[in-house]
């Protein structure tokens, strides 16, 4: 392959259904549908940080955009638009080929068009843009939640952090459980059908990114809430409660990200409405706690455990930063 611009072509240019104008000028034209805001997100995976510079380039091509769909999802929106901003410290044609197939198999999945982007030569770095539309005012925000509304994630949760620790040598677990749960961190679902569903019905939503008590933490900060959560039911897999009592493994399931599953909060007289989507996109929805009007002398999260004990403080997710 020549040049920049016949990789591009190659392993990227593909027919993109939903937009006036691809890949190949100088911006990319897009139609938006009447009456719709436009929702717009940036993600950005650094190798080493983010995913094993080693890992499947099939599954980095996967999760690079999963990642983003899941922002989509925890909006409400209908994901229709992405760009991929790309810095490759070589041109591998077997890693580009994996990484652009695992790319595609998700877009053409969830139904996005890649739009456009930028190549360019580096350390191992990929950033992807998404735009969906959603009905004016019917966005799914963090902002909404109310006194009295369930505290509902989708699952099983933990899987993701299960397989990181496995891989990292931290937890010895058998080959067929890994295989179980590696999808979960490689090859996540973003829950698009679900954010659509809620519209109309949660009063507030995000995707599980760094974990629930630092993401639902952020829901209620900007709604100016609390919430009471009983950890007995929290969603997890068959793997995941093996391991979780044989390593005492359980704040995990609060603590730890990469779930990508989405925590929302809804209204209670909306419970049989909810759990009737759960059943119908075969999703293990679960309603775990409440929310309730926030008290300065109360934790922001309150977890109780089996003997509805208060839980001690579990540590606060992922932060980059601290
Ligand atoms: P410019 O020099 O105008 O920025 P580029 O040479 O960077 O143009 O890109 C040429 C075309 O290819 C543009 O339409 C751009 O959006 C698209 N493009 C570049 N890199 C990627 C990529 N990794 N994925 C998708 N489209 C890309
Ligand atoms: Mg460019």
């Known amino acids: 392959m020549s040049s920049e611009f016949d990789l591009i072509e190659h392993y990227f240019k593909r027919p993109a259904p939903q937009t006036a104008l691809g890949i190949g000028d100088d911006a990319a034209l897009i139609q938006l549908t009447q009456g719709h805001q436009l929702a717009v997100s940036t993600d950005m995976l650094v ?19 999963a990642v983003n769909l899941s922002d989509m999802a925890a909006m409400g929106a209908k994901p229709k638009w992405v760009t991929l901003a790309l ?14 197939r695992g790319f595609f198999d998700c877009a053409a999945q969830f139904q996005v068009d890649l739009i456009g982007g930028d190549t360019t030569k580096g ?19 963090r902002d909404g939640a109310q006194d009295g509304d369930e505290v509902w994630v989708s699952g099983p949760l933990g899987d993701a952090a299960l397989a990181l620790a496995a891989m990292q040598n931290r937890l010895q677990i058998a080959p067929a459980d890994l295989a179980l749960c590696r999808p979960a961190l490689e090859t996540p679902q973003p829950r698009v059908a679900l954010g659509l569903a809620l519209r109309g019905l949660a009063t507030s939503a995000i995707d599980l990114s ?10 209620l900060n900007a709604s100016h809430r609390q919430a009471t959560l009983y950890y007995p039911r929290i969603p997890i897999s068959a793997v995941f409660d093996h391991y979780r009592q044989k390593n005492g493994i359980d704040q995990w399931l ?20 909810i759990a009737a989507i759960g059943q119908s996109l075969q999703l293990n929805l679960s309603a775990i706690g409440l929310v309730h009007a926030a008290n300065p002398q109360n934790a922001l999260i309150t977890v109780y455990d089996h003997a509805h004990q208060i839980m001690p403080q579990m540590g606060a997710g992922y932060d980059h930063f601290a």
């Open 254 to 273: 609060i603590t730890s990200g990469d779930d990508y599953e989405l925590c929302f909060t809804a209204p209670a007289h909306y419970h049989q409405q």
């Open 87 to 100: 810095a490759l410290p070589e041109a591998n044609h077997g890693w580009l080929t994996e990484f652009s």
């Open 210 to 219: 760094d974990g629930l008590l630092a993401d639902l933490g952020h829901l």
């Open 123 to 141: 350390p191992l770095n990929i950033c992807v843009q998404i735009m969906g539309e959603v009905p004016a005012q019917q966005a799914l925000r």
């Open 47 to 65: 190798a080493g940080t983010h995913f094993f510079a080693d890992a499947p380039p099939y599954a980095i091509g996967w999760k690079a955009l």
